[in-house]
C-alpha cells in the first residue's frame, strides 16, 4: 500500500510561486500515473496537472498552464508541482493522488484515482 504525503502549501501573494511537493512510501510510483488536485471552499475538485504512468507525458489543466510545472523524481519518490505567478482563484487545498494502472481517459477524473495524500492548504492574497 502507497502513502503519500504533500508538502510545500503556504501563503503567498499574488504573482509569487510555490513549490509543491508529493513524496510517496511502501512501494516506488516511478511507473504509476500521478496527478495533482485542488479543491477550494465549495467547489468540486478540479484537475491541476498529471504525469502518466507510460510514455512520461505530463498534463495540465487549462487554468495552470504555462504557470505550473510538474516534474518527477524517481530517485526521490516525488513527484513535484513548481507553481508560478499564482493568481488568488488558485487558493485551494492540493492533493496528490497516484494510481498504478489508471488509463488515459481517465487522467483528469478525480474518482479514477486509488490513492490519496491529506492535503495541503495553498492560499494565494491579492
Known amino acids: 500500500q502507497v502513502q503519500l504525503v504533500e508538502s510545500g502549501g503556504g501563503w503567498v501573494q499574488a504573482g509569487g510561486s510555490l513549490r509543491l511537493s508529493c513524496e510517496a512510501s511502501?512501494?516506488?510510483?516511478?511507473?504509476?500515473?500521478v496527478g495533482w488536485f485542488r479543491q477550494a471552499p465549495g467547489k468540486e475538485r478540479e484537475f491541476v496537472a498529471a504525469?502518466?504512468?507510460?510514455?512520461?507525458?505530463?498534463y495540465y489543466g487549462d487554468s495552470v498552464k504555462g504557470r505550473f510545472t510538474l516534474s518527477r523524481d524517481n530517485a526521490k519518490n516525488t513527484v513535484d508541482l513548481e507553481m508560478n505567478n499564482l493568481k488568488p482563484e488558485d487558493t485551494a487545498v492540493y492533493y496528490c493522488?497516484?494510481?498504478?494502472?489508471?488509463?488515459?481517459?481517465?487522467?483528469?477524473?478525480?474518482?479514477?484515482?486509488?490513492?490519496w495524500g491529506q492535503g495541503t492548504q495553498v492560499t494565494v492574497s491579492s
Open positions: 493522488a497516484e494510481d498504478p494502472n489508471l488509463i488515459l481517459s481517465d487522467l483528469r477524473r478525480h474518482s479514477a484515482y486509488d490513492h
Open positions: 511502501g512501494r516506488t510510483i516511478s511507473r504509476s500515473t
Open positions: 504525469t502518466f504512468r507510460s510514455y512520461g507525458r505530463t
